[in-house]
Protein backbone atom coordinates (compact mmCIF):
# COMPACT_ATOMS: atom_id res chain seq x y z
CA UNK A 1 0.00 0.00 0.00
CA UNK A 2 1.33 3.28 -0.87
CA UNK A 3 1.50 5.72 1.75
CA UNK A 4 0.03 8.71 2.96
CA UNK A 5 1.09 11.63 5.75
CA UNK A 6 -1.11 14.63 6.43
CA UNK A 7 -1.37 16.91 9.37
CA UNK A 8 -3.61 19.71 11.01
CA UNK A 9 -3.35 22.74 13.49
CA UNK A 10 -4.90 22.33 16.62
CA UNK A 11 -4.83 26.23 16.65
CA UNK A 12 -8.17 27.31 16.24
CA UNK A 13 -10.29 24.75 18.39
CA UNK A 14 -13.04 24.22 15.20
CA UNK A 15 -12.25 23.13 12.19
CA UNK A 16 -13.37 25.00 8.97
CA UNK A 17 -14.98 24.08 6.22
CA UNK A 18 -12.04 24.92 4.28
CA UNK A 19 -9.92 22.25 6.44
CA UNK A 20 -11.85 19.65 6.41
CA UNK A 21 -13.12 19.73 2.65
CA UNK A 22 -9.72 20.42 1.25
CA UNK A 23 -8.05 18.13 3.57
CA UNK A 24 -9.95 15.84 6.14
CA UNK A 25 -12.48 14.57 3.56
CA UNK A 26 -9.96 13.19 1.90
CA UNK A 27 -7.74 11.75 4.66
CA UNK A 28 -11.11 9.54 5.54
CA UNK A 29 -11.12 8.07 2.32
CA UNK A 30 -7.54 7.23 1.57
CA UNK A 31 -7.35 5.71 4.91
CA UNK A 32 -9.09 2.90 3.11
CA UNK A 33 -6.97 2.82 0.29
CA UNK A 34 -3.23 3.82 1.79
CA UNK A 35 -1.41 2.82 4.63
CA UNK A 36 -1.94 6.20 6.24
CA UNK A 37 -0.51 8.40 8.90
CA UNK A 38 -2.29 11.97 10.47
CA UNK A 39 -1.21 13.76 13.17
CA UNK A 40 -2.00 16.84 14.73
CA UNK A 41 0.71 19.35 14.43
CA UNK A 42 1.17 20.85 17.27
CA UNK A 43 4.78 21.84 16.76
CA UNK A 44 3.42 24.19 13.87
CA UNK A 45 0.85 25.48 16.17
CA UNK A 46 3.32 27.49 18.69
CA UNK A 47 5.15 29.39 15.85
CA UNK A 48 2.67 31.93 16.90
CA UNK A 49 1.57 33.06 20.07
CA UNK A 50 -0.27 30.46 21.75
CA UNK A 51 -1.97 30.19 25.40
CA UNK A 52 -0.49 26.78 26.69
CA UNK A 53 -4.03 25.33 28.52
CA UNK A 54 -5.80 26.46 25.43
CA UNK A 55 -3.19 24.56 23.16
CA UNK A 56 -4.02 21.50 25.48
CA UNK A 57 -7.38 21.72 25.14
CA UNK A 58 -7.39 22.44 20.96
CA UNK A 59 -4.95 19.35 20.76
CA UNK A 60 -7.35 16.88 22.15
CA UNK A 61 -10.22 18.67 20.86
CA UNK A 62 -8.34 18.35 17.12
CA UNK A 63 -8.32 14.51 17.34
CA UNK A 64 -11.77 14.49 18.42
CA UNK A 65 -12.45 16.25 15.46
CA UNK A 66 -10.62 14.05 13.44
CA UNK A 67 -12.33 10.89 14.66
CA UNK A 68 -15.72 12.09 14.34
CA UNK A 69 -14.98 13.09 10.88
CA UNK A 70 -14.49 9.27 10.12
CA UNK A 71 -10.70 8.62 10.68
CA UNK A 72 -10.67 5.47 12.57
CA UNK A 73 -7.80 4.33 14.77
CA UNK A 74 -7.86 0.84 13.22
CA UNK A 75 -7.25 1.72 9.60
CA UNK A 76 -4.65 4.94 10.16
CA UNK A 77 -2.23 5.89 12.42
CA UNK A 78 -3.78 9.02 14.25
CA UNK A 79 -1.01 10.79 16.61
CA UNK A 80 0.24 14.13 18.14
CA UNK A 81 3.71 14.91 16.60
CA UNK A 82 5.32 16.28 19.62
CA UNK A 83 4.83 12.98 21.03
CA UNK A 84 6.90 11.79 18.67
CA UNK A 85 10.45 13.47 19.19
CA UNK A 86 12.01 12.33 16.12
CA UNK A 87 10.03 15.32 14.00
CA UNK A 88 12.11 18.35 15.46
CA UNK A 89 15.48 16.39 15.23
CA UNK A 90 15.01 15.54 11.81
CA UNK A 91 13.86 19.23 11.04
CA UNK A 92 16.85 20.73 12.62
CA UNK A 93 18.97 18.12 9.87
CA UNK A 94 17.07 19.69 6.83
CA UNK A 95 17.13 23.28 8.31
CA UNK A 96 20.93 23.15 7.83
CA UNK A 97 20.22 21.95 4.09
CA UNK A 98 17.78 25.05 3.05
CA UNK A 99 19.29 28.02 2.13
CA UNK A 100 18.08 31.36 3.43
CA UNK A 101 16.65 32.31 0.62
CA UNK A 102 15.20 29.12 -0.51
CA UNK A 103 13.39 29.54 2.89
CA UNK A 104 12.61 33.44 2.14
CA UNK A 105 10.34 32.28 -0.50
CA UNK A 106 7.75 30.70 0.87
CA UNK A 107 4.12 32.80 0.64
CA UNK A 108 2.31 31.69 3.76
CA UNK A 109 5.01 32.61 5.54
CA UNK A 110 4.94 35.85 3.51
CA UNK A 111 1.10 36.36 4.45
CA UNK A 112 1.64 35.18 7.85
CA UNK A 113 4.38 37.45 8.70
CA UNK A 114 2.79 40.67 7.24
CA UNK A 115 -0.43 39.86 8.95
CA UNK A 116 1.29 39.64 12.54
CA UNK A 117 3.89 42.51 11.54
CA UNK A 118 7.44 41.25 10.11
CA UNK A 119 9.61 41.81 13.30
CA UNK A 120 6.64 40.12 15.51
CA UNK A 121 6.83 37.08 13.79
CA UNK A 122 9.42 34.29 15.17
CA UNK A 123 11.64 32.36 13.73
CA UNK A 124 10.02 28.70 14.18
CA UNK A 125 7.30 30.62 11.48
CA UNK A 126 9.92 31.19 8.93
CA UNK A 127 11.35 27.76 9.28
CA UNK A 128 7.74 26.01 9.76
CA UNK A 129 7.97 24.52 6.21
CA UNK A 130 11.21 22.71 6.91
CA UNK A 131 9.48 20.93 10.05
CA UNK A 132 6.33 20.48 7.49
CA UNK A 133 9.69 18.38 5.17
CA UNK A 134 10.57 16.48 8.46
CA UNK A 135 6.67 15.49 9.13
CA UNK A 136 6.28 14.35 5.78
CA UNK A 137 9.83 12.92 4.97
CA UNK A 138 9.85 10.71 8.31
CA UNK A 139 7.43 8.52 7.21
CA UNK A 140 8.95 8.35 3.21
CA UNK A 141 5.24 9.22 2.46
CA UNK A 142 4.52 8.98 -1.30
CA UNK A 143 1.82 11.10 -1.10
CA UNK A 144 0.50 14.54 0.65
CA UNK A 145 -3.51 14.96 0.97
CA UNK A 146 -3.59 19.25 1.31
CA UNK A 147 -5.38 22.04 0.05
CA UNK A 148 -3.65 24.06 -2.96
CA UNK A 149 -2.33 26.67 -0.07
CA UNK A 150 0.57 23.78 0.70
CA UNK A 151 1.66 22.64 -2.42
CA UNK A 152 4.72 25.19 -2.83
CA UNK A 153 5.63 23.03 0.66
CA UNK A 154 5.45 20.54 -1.12
CA UNK A 155 7.48 21.33 -3.63
CA UNK A 156 10.10 22.47 -0.92
CA UNK A 157 10.18 18.91 0.60
CA UNK A 158 10.82 17.24 -2.93
CA UNK A 159 13.68 19.83 -3.92
CA UNK A 160 15.35 18.61 0.23
CA UNK A 161 14.49 15.06 -0.32
CA UNK A 162 16.58 15.47 -3.51
CA UNK A 163 19.10 17.25 -2.13
CA UNK A 164 19.96 15.03 1.16
CA UNK A 165 19.79 12.11 -1.18
CA UNK A 166 22.29 13.36 -3.73
CA UNK A 167 24.44 14.27 -1.32
CA UNK A 168 24.19 11.71 1.15
CA UNK A 169 22.75 8.76 -0.92
CA UNK A 170 19.26 7.34 -1.54
CA UNK A 171 17.99 7.82 1.93
CA UNK A 172 13.96 9.55 1.50
CA UNK A 173 10.96 9.15 -1.12
CA UNK A 174 9.97 11.86 -3.02
CA UNK A 175 6.20 12.88 -1.85
CA UNK A 176 3.91 14.15 -4.56
CA UNK A 177 0.77 16.72 -3.40
CA UNK A 178 -2.26 14.89 -3.87
CA UNK A 179 -4.83 18.01 -4.42
CA UNK A 180 -8.64 17.54 -5.34
CA UNK A 181 -9.19 19.97 -7.78
CA UNK A 182 -12.87 20.45 -7.19
CA UNK A 183 -12.12 21.52 -3.28
CA UNK A 184 -8.73 22.75 -3.71
CA UNK A 185 -9.40 25.82 -2.05
CA UNK A 186 -12.57 26.41 -0.75
CA UNK A 187 -13.16 30.64 -0.27
CA UNK A 188 -14.28 33.12 2.13
CA UNK A 189 -18.19 33.46 1.95
CA UNK A 190 -18.15 37.40 2.81
CA UNK A 191 -15.04 37.30 -0.05
CA UNK A 192 -15.00 34.81 -2.44
CA UNK A 193 -11.74 36.14 -3.95
CA UNK A 194 -9.88 34.65 -0.95
CA UNK A 195 -9.58 31.56 0.61
CA UNK A 196 -11.31 30.48 3.38
CA UNK A 197 -8.63 30.92 6.53
CA UNK A 198 -9.19 30.88 10.36
CA UNK A 199 -6.55 33.46 10.40
CA UNK A 200 -7.81 35.74 7.59
CA UNK A 201 -11.41 35.17 7.26
CA UNK A 202 -14.09 37.87 8.71
CA UNK A 203 -16.40 35.61 11.32
CA UNK A 204 -18.57 35.67 9.00
CA UNK A 205 -17.16 34.30 6.08
CA UNK A 206 -15.84 31.92 8.00
CA UNK A 207 -17.78 28.52 8.34
CA UNK A 208 -16.87 26.67 12.06
CA UNK A 209 -17.91 22.99 11.96
CA UNK A 210 -18.24 23.38 15.43
CA UNK A 211 -20.68 26.81 15.17
CA UNK A 212 -24.39 26.29 16.68
CA UNK A 213 -25.98 25.21 13.07
CA UNK A 214 -28.02 27.75 13.74
CA UNK A 215 -25.01 30.33 13.22
CA UNK A 216 -23.67 28.12 10.21
CA UNK A 217 -27.31 28.34 8.15
CA UNK A 218 -27.21 31.93 8.91
CA UNK A 219 -23.76 32.39 7.16
CA UNK A 220 -24.71 30.06 4.21
CA UNK A 221 -28.08 31.85 3.59
CA UNK A 222 -25.80 35.52 3.99
CA UNK A 223 -22.66 34.63 1.74
CA UNK A 224 -22.08 37.57 -0.65
CA UNK A 225 -22.92 36.33 -4.27
CA UNK A 226 -23.17 39.12 -7.71
CA UNK A 227 -26.10 40.83 -9.27
CA UNK A 228 -27.13 38.41 -12.08
CA UNK A 229 -29.27 35.82 -11.33
CA UNK A 230 -28.58 32.57 -12.86
CA UNK A 231 -27.34 29.60 -10.88
CA UNK A 232 -24.09 28.40 -12.93
CA UNK A 233 -20.46 27.27 -12.08
CA UNK A 234 -18.03 30.45 -13.72
CA UNK A 235 -15.77 30.63 -11.11
CA UNK A 236 -14.11 34.16 -12.72
CA UNK A 237 -17.42 35.97 -12.96
CA UNK A 238 -19.46 34.14 -10.42
CA UNK A 239 -16.53 32.74 -7.85
CA UNK A 240 -19.44 33.53 -4.56
CA UNK A 241 -22.22 31.00 -6.57
CA UNK A 242 -19.51 28.80 -7.93
CA UNK A 243 -17.94 28.42 -4.24
CA UNK A 244 -21.76 27.96 -2.46
CA UNK A 245 -21.89 24.94 -5.90
CA UNK A 246 -18.83 23.29 -4.91
CA UNK A 247 -19.39 22.93 -1.01
CA UNK A 248 -23.15 21.56 -2.53
CA UNK A 249 -21.99 19.25 -4.68
CA UNK A 250 -18.91 17.58 -2.29
CA UNK A 251 -21.53 17.51 0.87
CA UNK A 252 -23.94 15.48 -1.81
CA UNK A 253 -22.53 13.91 -4.50
CA UNK A 254 -24.55 15.62 -6.83
CA UNK A 255 -22.46 16.86 -9.72
CA UNK A 256 -22.15 20.42 -10.52
CA UNK A 257 -24.02 19.72 -14.06
CA UNK A 258 -26.99 18.41 -12.47
CA UNK A 259 -27.14 20.84 -9.62
CA UNK A 260 -26.83 23.82 -12.58
CA UNK A 261 -29.63 21.65 -14.15
CA UNK A 262 -31.31 21.33 -10.86
CA UNK A 263 -31.14 24.54 -10.08
CA UNK A 264 -32.32 26.25 -13.85
CA UNK A 265 -34.68 29.24 -13.39
CA UNK A 266 -34.37 29.37 -9.73
CA UNK A 267 -33.02 32.38 -7.32
CA UNK A 268 -30.20 32.41 -5.35
CA UNK A 269 -32.22 31.89 -2.42
CA UNK A 270 -32.93 28.30 -3.35
CA UNK A 271 -29.61 27.31 -3.40
CA UNK A 272 -28.96 29.00 -0.25
CA UNK A 273 -31.62 27.23 1.63
CA UNK A 274 -30.86 24.11 0.66
CA UNK A 275 -27.06 24.56 0.83
CA UNK A 276 -27.96 25.87 4.80
CA UNK A 277 -29.89 22.48 5.85
CA UNK A 278 -27.35 20.10 4.15
CA UNK A 279 -24.87 21.65 6.15
CA UNK A 280 -27.14 21.98 9.36
CA UNK A 281 -27.54 17.98 8.58
CA UNK A 282 -23.88 17.57 8.26
CA UNK A 283 -22.28 19.81 11.54
CA UNK A 284 -25.22 18.63 13.96
CA UNK A 285 -23.53 14.86 13.63
CA UNK A 286 -20.70 16.12 13.62
CA UNK A 287 -20.85 18.41 17.11
CA UNK A 288 -22.39 15.21 18.32
CA UNK A 289 -19.70 12.89 17.56
CA UNK A 290 -16.91 15.59 18.88
CA UNK A 291 -18.40 15.79 22.04
CA UNK A 292 -18.39 12.12 22.87
CA UNK A 293 -14.98 12.17 21.84
CA UNK A 294 -14.11 14.81 24.25
CA UNK A 295 -16.38 13.34 27.00
CA UNK A 296 -13.96 10.58 27.60
CA UNK A 297 -10.33 12.02 27.36
CA UNK A 298 -9.03 8.73 28.68
CA UNK A 299 -9.97 6.71 25.45
CA UNK A 300 -9.27 9.69 23.20
CA UNK A 301 -5.46 9.95 25.32
CA UNK A 302 -5.22 5.94 24.45
CA UNK A 303 -5.49 5.77 21.00
CA UNK A 304 -3.37 8.57 20.65
CA UNK A 305 -0.96 6.82 22.92
CA UNK A 306 -1.05 3.78 20.84
CA UNK A 307 -0.57 6.38 17.36
CA UNK A 308 2.09 7.69 18.66
CA UNK A 309 3.85 4.51 19.45
CA UNK A 310 2.92 3.37 15.66
CA UNK A 311 4.66 6.75 14.47
CA UNK A 312 7.26 6.27 16.19
CA UNK A 313 8.57 2.82 15.03
CA UNK A 314 8.53 4.33 11.66
CA UNK A 315 10.35 7.54 11.92
CA UNK A 316 12.91 6.39 14.51
CA UNK A 317 14.12 3.75 11.57
CA UNK A 318 13.69 6.60 9.32
CA UNK A 319 15.76 9.08 11.93
CA UNK A 320 18.62 6.76 12.43
CA UNK A 321 19.22 6.30 9.04
CA UNK A 322 19.29 10.22 7.90
CA UNK A 323 21.76 10.48 11.21
CA UNK A 324 23.53 8.10 10.06
CA UNK A 325 23.82 9.46 6.56
CA UNK A 326 24.98 12.92 7.61
CA UNK A 327 28.10 11.29 9.56
CA UNK A 328 26.75 11.87 13.19
CA UNK A 329 28.51 9.50 15.63
CA UNK A 330 26.18 6.62 16.55
CA UNK A 331 25.42 6.88 20.44
CA UNK A 332 26.62 3.11 22.53
N1 LIG B 1 -9.80 27.34 2.27
C1 LIG B 1 -9.26 26.14 2.15
N2 LIG B 1 -9.61 25.34 1.12
C2 LIG B 1 -9.08 24.10 1.00
N3 LIG B 1 -8.20 23.58 1.88
C3 LIG B 1 -7.82 24.33 2.92
N4 LIG B 1 -6.98 24.11 3.96
C4 LIG B 1 -6.96 25.21 4.77
N5 LIG B 1 -7.78 26.16 4.25
C5 LIG B 1 -8.32 25.65 3.13
C6 LIG B 1 -6.26 22.86 4.19
O1 LIG B 1 -6.50 22.42 5.51
C7 LIG B 1 -5.41 21.63 5.94
C8 LIG B 1 -5.07 21.96 7.37
O2 LIG B 1 -4.42 23.18 7.40
P1 LIG B 1 -3.73 23.80 8.65
O3 LIG B 1 -4.03 23.10 9.88
O4 LIG B 1 -2.31 24.07 8.30
O5 LIG B 1 -4.50 25.08 8.67
P2 LIG B 1 -4.13 26.33 7.92
O6 LIG B 1 -3.68 26.11 6.53
O7 LIG B 1 -3.22 27.06 8.85
O8 LIG B 1 -5.59 26.84 7.91
P3 LIG B 1 -5.93 28.25 7.64
O9 LIG B 1 -7.30 28.49 8.07
O10 LIG B 1 -5.56 28.55 6.24
O11 LIG B 1 -4.97 28.94 8.66
P4 LIG B 1 -4.21 30.26 8.51
O12 LIG B 1 -5.28 31.30 8.41
O13 LIG B 1 -3.43 30.32 9.79
O14 LIG B 1 -3.40 30.14 7.27
C9 LIG B 1 -4.27 21.88 4.96
O15 LIG B 1 -4.12 20.74 4.16
C10 LIG B 1 -4.75 23.03 4.14
O16 LIG B 1 -4.29 22.95 2.83
Excluded at 74 to 100: D, I, K, Y
Excluded at 195 to 202: P, R
Amino acid sequence: RPRVLSGIQPTAGSFHLGNYLGAVRQWVALQETHDAFYMVVDLHAITVPQDPKELRANTRLAAAQLLAAGLDPERCTLFVQSHVPEHAQLAWVMNCLTGFGEASRMTQFKDKAARQGADRASVGLFTYPILQVADILLYQAHEVPVGEDQRQHIELTRDLAERFNGRFGETFTLPKAYILKETAKIYDLQDPSVKMSKSASTPKGLINLLDEPKTTAKKVKSAVTDTDTVIRYDVENKPGISNLLTIHSTLTGTSIADLERQYEGKMYGALKTDLAEIMVDFVTPFRERTQQYLDDPETLDSILAKGAEKARAVAAETLAHAYDRVGFLPAK
